[in-house]
């Protein structure tokens, strides 16, 4: 019977399971099927997600980060899961406290802090900014909305209830819209609380629900906030989860055409929760 070692490991809410194939045992192409069985509610797993350690293919890296959400379609980037991978490559010994590693979006730093379970990683400037969006949705409904990539596809929606607000229905009527064809887009639901804090809820692409927490979710969210003018960086992201993501970075000039903002940062809590092996 075939057998897969792994640890389940949870950020936020967040949770992944994760497998070491730094030794290539296992071929890629399996990666999808993987991840439709080991993130399986009750007859698997169960998970958001599902990561993989590779041996790296650039220089100055220390292992490879390859994502699957639990749907089993593939993702460049997941900011809890990239702190979750880096805090067990660190376990494995597979890298140092500071590691750069590479993902689908470009590559990461990683900053563990073993004694206090917390992982920042630093991430590629977000590209594809887009403000007021106006998206028509049923019964001539319309709402305005707000789009940045950061690392994956999230749109940004603020509103008045946080504690209301449909975020199954009306995060899945946003993320199919048409706006965001072929590639659909995540969507974060965003309360601003004061200065430097905002409440997010998260309806995930590949996981199709309302996921606890969501850290390139966290980025965006803050992101946009500053460039609207409604945060000021740093920013506490309080999530679903109640557990608090911390989002640095630096707001540059409006002529800047490249990125609005740079030297961004995401830190957090992780969680070793289990490691087991899976007998398929």
């Known amino acids: ?90 376990e494995l010994e597979l890298c140092d406290e500071v590691v750069n590693f590479e993902t689908g979006s470009g590559i990461l730093k990683g900053i563990i802090n073993y004694k206090r379970k917390s992982v920042k990683i630093k991430v590629p400037d977000p590209k594809d900014l887009r403000l007021n969006i106006i998206l028509k949705l049923e019964n001539n409904r319309e709402i305005n909305v707000d789009f940045i990539n950061t690392g994956v596809p999230h749109t940004v929606l603020f509103v008045d209830d946080i504690d209301k607000i449909d975020a199954y229905n009306l995060g899945k009527a946003i993320r199919y819209h048409k706006e965001f064809t072929p590639d659909g887009t995540n969507v974060n639901f965003v309360k601003v609380k004061d200065d430097h804090t905002i409440y997010i809820r998260t309806y995930e692409r590949g996981v199709e629900n309302e996921t606890l927490s969501c850290g390139t979710g966290a980025l965006a969210s803050s992101i946009i906030s500053a460039i609207k003018n409604f945060v000021k960086p740093p920013v506490k992201c309080i999530t679903k989860s109640q557990d608090i993501l911390n989002v640095t970075f630096k707001k540059n000039p409006p002529e800047d055409m490249l990125s609005p903002v740079s030297e961004v940062y995401l830190e957090g809590k992780v969680k070793f929760v289990f490691e087991g092996v899976f007998y398929l």
């Open 1 to 90: 019977m075939n057998k897969i070692k792994f640890a389940k490991f949870v950020s936020s809410g967040n949770d992944f399971v994760i497998i070491n194939n730094y030794d290539k045992k296992i071929h890629p192409r399996k990666y999808s099927d993987l991840a439709k069985i080991l993130c399986q509610p009750k007859f698997g797993i169960g998970a958001d997600g599902f990561l993989i350690i590779e041996p790296p293919s650039k220089k100055n890296c220390e292992f490879k980060m390859v994502y699957y959400n639990s749907d089993g379609s593939y993702a460049a980037m997941c900011g809890n899961g990239a702190r979750c991978i880096a805090y067990y490559a660190y």
